[in-house]
């Protein structure tokens, strides 16, 4: 055990650890182990956002050019002499299906116009029916009417037209003044229980910090060097009480040698009951902003329920701009390949209208 490490130790095993140290020594192992993990979190995100910014999304931009390239490749071989009607619709329906990809990002006018031509339903048709259906979801789901010239552009959109629906339905109904339920002898007897570790637990926090701040105030130091010492730890203890971070606070006071592990071990069931309410909130509070970072890493899977560690994000990110890579070198190649029309019927002979029900993949087209 380091110096400043906060444990419940026994001489005599585990055993003979009372159910609140267990508790508490296992809270403080949780909570270490959350540290270190947000601190991976921590040391990796500039990377991964500074190796994103200089290689990822240069690369899809190169592999959008190339296939901005190829579309209007296509798009002219469409019209050139020598292919036959079935050649036409499969070629109409790669174009209209990469064009779709690109329109997520770029919605210019021309590849607006090209998608036009190579797609039986316009682009703005499109658009209709998807936000038609997004309106007819929201009216299902959620019993609000929409007006018919309600327009839905974006998903933040829909959200905030949510609200406000919601908000007009609920300030029209009537309310009707709650009747006031006596509770039982129990639940009063629960709410009792909770709000005094709520308070005690509170306590604890103050009395550990205002131990701290007594001991550690630095303008009663005359010596400059103990005074920067204690100025500098006081600074530790103010953040540490800022966020309730009892662990670091503990941990102060062993650093400050007003408490050693004799008196860790010597807390009441009492005291450790109240410590060990405030590590779970800790706990819980630490989890909620790893979920938090993990969330925007889904693995390709959102349903997953593995997490996501900081040491497999960068190893993710350098197999999408291999993937990207080699699929732009692919559209490269396709790019002079498919110049020859001998060769375009060739792939095309192979190629397979999608349908509905499809998977397509648009690293593959032939």
């Keep these: 055990m380091t110096k400043h490490a906060i444990r419940i130790a026994s001489t005599q095993g585990s055993a003979t650890l009372s159910k609140g140290q267990k508790t508490f020594n296992r809270l403080i192992k949780k909570i270490e182990d959350q540290r270190k993990l947000l601190q991976a979190w921590q040391d990796t995100l500039p990377r991964f956002r500074a190796k994103h910014a200089a290689e990822y999304t240069p690369a899809v931009n190169t592999y959008n050019q190339r296939r901005e390239e190829f579309v209007h490749m296509l798009d002219k071989a469409h019209g050139a002499t020598g292919l036959t009607r079935t050649e036409r619709a499969k070629l109409s329906d790669i174009i209209a299906s990469i064009v779709d990809e690109l329109l997520y990002s770029d919605e210019t006018p021309e590849l607006i116009a090209l998608y036009d031509r190579h797609n039986d339903v316009a682009f703005a048709e499109e658009a209709q029916m998807e936000a038609e259906a997004d309106k007819a979801l929201l009216q299902d789901m959620f019993g609000i009417k929409?007006?018919?010239?309600?327009?839905?552009?974006?998903?933040e959109e829909m959200a905030a037209l949510l609200r406000k629906k919601l908000q007009e339905r609920q300030e029209a109904e009537p309310t009707q003044p709650a009747r006031p339920r006596k509770a039982s002898a129990k639940t009063l007897a629960r709410e009792a229980r909770e709000q005094a570790e709520a308070q005690g637990a509170s306590q604890s926090i103050r009395e550990v910090f205002r131990k701290l701040a007594s001991g550690l105030h630095p303008d009663r130091e005359t010596d400059p060097a103990e005074r920067a010492r204690k100025t500098a730890l006081m600074q530790r203890v103010n953040a540490a009480y800022e966020r309730s971070d009892l662990l670091a606070l503990l941990q102060l006071q062993l650093e400050a040698e007003q408490i050693d592990?004799?008196?860790?071990?010597a807390l009441s069931e009492s005291r450790l009951t109240h410590y060990n309410k405030v590590l779970t909130e800790q706990s819980r509070e630490l989890d909620d902003e790893l979920v938090s970072i993990e969330a925007s890493f889904d693995a390709g899977d959102p349903f997953s329920r593995r997490r996501v560690h900081p040491t497999r994000v960068l190893l993710w990110l350098?197999?999408?701009?291999?993937?990207?890579?080699?699929?732009?070198?692919?559209?490269?190649?396709?790019?002079?390949?498919l110049l020859d029309i001998k060769r375009l019927k060739a792939k095309l002979k192979h190629y397979r209208i999608q349908r509905d029900d499809d998977d397509f993949d648009p690293h593959g087209l032939f």
């Design 146 to 155: 929409l007006e018919d010239d309600t327009v839905l552009s974006t998903p």
């Design 261 to 265: 592990h004799a008196d860790i071990a």
């Design 318 to 337: 350098d197999q999408d701009i291999a993937e990207i890579k080699a699929a732009t070198a692919e559209v490269t190649r396709d790019l002079t390949a």
